[in-house]
């Protein structure tokens, strides 16, 4: 069972990214800030819940929350500043445009920058706490959308299955048909 807040009583938003690991599209981050009692059956990580469930969720999540957001983060600069640069500038833009500022950031992982707010890094904190896992159900459903409109301006790559994860069908996809410009040009993509 996830645990509601870190620090009760205060305004505490989570934090969380999708796609860190794909070869192309953005890296998705997203911030929330859910209210005190707030309860949900079945929210958990992102990557332990089906397609339809997140979906499910992520409709919940964004009625219900005080305040959430969800920023993506293009693969050249990705490529300008790396994957992890990335991942902490997406969370980082996501906590600034919430309609309400939090007193404290839970943080999925374990490095984040010095932000205005004071934040707590938590390994697996989307299988933890309520709010980084509706961070990552948002995260990620906000980019596997964009992933599937990408799938169609630019098909044969199988964004449509395998989001732009490395797989070997992405591979040899990348191989027959080139490089786009959705490809992130650091990461090793052959």
């Given at each position: ?12 938003a ?12 953005p ?7 859910l209210?005190?009692?707030f ?5 958990d ?10 979906e ?24 300008e ?10 969370m ?14 839970l943080?999925?992982?374990?490095r ?6 004071p ?18 159900i948002?995260?990620?459903?906000h ?21 732009g ?18 490809h ?6 052959t």
């Amino acid at each position: 069972m996830l645990a509601p807040f870190l620090n009760e009583g205060i305004i505490e938003a989570g934090c969380d990214e999708a796609g860190r690991g794909c070869l192309c599209g953005p890296v998705s981050c997203a911030a929330v800030i859910l209210p005190p009692g707030f309860s949900l059956d079945g929210l958990d990580d992102s990557k332990k819940l089906t397609p339809h469930k997140r979906e499910q969720l992520r409709a919940v999540i964004e009625r219900e929350a005080v305040a959430w957001a969800v920023v993506m983060v293009s693969p050249q600069e990705i490529d300008e500043i790396n994957i992890l640069n990335a991942s902490i500038t997406g969370m980082q833009r996501a906590l600034d445009r919430l309609s309400v500022r939090p007193e404290h950031v839970l943080v999925d992982g374990n490095r984040f920058k010095p932000y205005s707010v004071p934040h707590t890094t938590i390994v697996g904190g989307d299988g933890k706490y309520m709010s980084i896992a509706a961070a990552s159900i948002l995260a990620k459903t906000h980019r596997d959308e964009l992933m599937l409109r990408l799938a169609a301006e630019y098909p044969g790559y199988g964004w449509e299955r395998n989001m732009g994860y490395p797989t070997k069908a992405h591979r040899a996809a990348i191989a027959a048909l080139g490089v786009t410009p959705q490809h992130r040009k650091s990461f090793r993509l052959t």
